[in-house]
């Protein structure tokens, strides 16, 4: 979704890095912590919910970092894909093109090929049963 630059830190170098600097350990433990959660949060989802479930809560929390309030409703403020979001919940992209028409259809969300805009979060969140 964005360019990355991505720095790798043998194990052995990282260690040495923390006995020598532990302050460093406040930081590096809740970011470690964090994507643990994320990670666990993903498996569940993948393991737990359908498709329409997994859209549901990605398009929920896209809107928690990246909304914008309009009169509309909450517009992800971000270019996103189809494509993009069938990664995001291990779908195929017609599969998650099937599920955000049926999505506008029930008036949950607004979609072009511009934006997506979320109408009706409670709606969102009844797709999402575990």
Request: aromatic share 6%.
């Given at each position: 979704m964005e360019e990355t630059h991505v720095l790798t830190l043998p194990r052995d170098d990282f260690l040495e890095l923390l006995d020598a600097y532990p302050h460093l350990t406040k930081g590096i433990i809740p970011t470690l912590?964090?994507?643990?959660?994320?990670?666990?949060?993903?498996?569940?989802?993948?393991?737990?919910?359908?498709v329409e479930?997994?859209?549901?809560?990605?398009?929920?929390?896209?809107?928690?970092?990246?909304?914008?309030?309009?009169?509309?409703?909450?517009?992800?403020?971000?270019?996103?894909?189809?494509?993009?979001?069938?990664?995001?919940?291990?779908?195929?992209?017609?599969?998650?093109?099937?599920?955000?028409?049926?999505?506008?259809?029930?008036?949950?969300?607004e979609l072009d090929a511009e934006r997506i805009i979320v109408r009706d979060r409670r709606g969102l969140k009844k797709h999402i049963l575990y």
């Open positions: 912590t964090a994507r643990v959660r994320y990670t666990t949060q993903y498996a569940e989802n993948l393991i737990f919910l359908d479930g997994r859209v549901a809560h990605r398009l929920l929390e896209l809107a928690d970092q990246y909304g914008v309030q309009t009169p509309d409703g909450i517009e992800l403020a971000l270019q996103l894909t189809q494509s993009d979001l069938a990664s995001l919940v291990g779908a195929t992209r017609e599969r998650v093109n099937k599920v955000l028409g049926a999505f506008r259809d029930q008036e949950l969300i």
